[in-house]
């Protein structure tokens, strides 16, 4: 009699538990963070707009050579856990739907290891050397915050800066940004951060 009472008790809490997990929301909502933190979908939206400007910029001003670009990973100056690689992802794949191609020189030593075992003769194929892309340009990203008040409200803006630059002089040629600005919440939980 007790083990079927506590098996009903573990059924009925196994039930709830999975009654109040979480709750999916649709991707396309526009939500704003509590916290002031960036969400995806606002680091998606600046990545989209930034590399199809870039794009825009290399139709207007187009290299013989090719455009070869090296993106260093996004930097977070913020007291928020912001997911850089979600806006380095996004960035890279709208470059690469403009037609720019992004040398990833983080790997390239990965690379010439690889390269070099296949010289050697112990693979099917042999890879060259002599083909890897060198950039002619490199993109810095930084995000920014900025915390202060406005009529006792707490406002956090957060900025997303990107920069490039062209490798043989080192001049930046374009440079943009956007900026986010967000009032805390205050709710039954208190102020979001």
């Known amino acids: 009699m007790n083990f ?12 709830i538990s999975c009654a109040s997990g979480a709750e999916r929301l649709d991707l396309t909502t526009d939500l704003v963070s509590d916290s002031g933190g960036l969400t995806s979908q ?13 794009g825009a910029y290399f139709k207007e001003n187009p290299r013989e050579e090719g455009i070869f670009l090296a993106h260093f990973p996004t930097r977070n100056n913020t007291t928020e856990q912001i997911a850089t690689e979600f806006f380095d992802n996004t960035f890279v794949s709208q470059l690469i739907k403009n037609k720019i191609y992004t040398v990833r ?39 920014d915050e900025n915390v202060f008040t406005v009529k006792g409200d707490r406002i956090v803006e957060q900025t997303v ?23 805390a919440v205050v709710g039954n939980r208190g102020v979001g951060w």
């Not at 098996?7 to 039930?15: A, D, E, K």
């Not at 998606?44 to 707009?49: D, E, H, I, N």
């Not at 800066?161 to 009032?183: D, F, G, P, Q, S």
Request: hydrophobic content about 40%; charged content about 25%; aromatic content about 10%.
């Open 4 to 15: 079927s009472k506590i098996l009903s008790f573990l059924s009925l809490l196994w039930v």
């Open 42 to 54: 606002e680091l998606g939206k600046a990545a989209l707009r930034f590399g199809d400007e870039i």
């Open 105 to 143: 020189t983080n790997t390239r030593e990965k690379s010439i290891n690889e390269m070099t075992f296949s010289l050697t003769g112990m693979t099917s194929n042999r890879l060259s050397l002599g083909k890897m892309k060198s950039p002619n340009f490199f993109v810095r990203c930084d995000i």
């Open 161 to 183: 800066n990107i920069e490039l630059v062209e490798v043989e002089t080192n001049i930046a040629i374009w440079n943009e940004r956007v900026a986010y600005r967000k009032k």
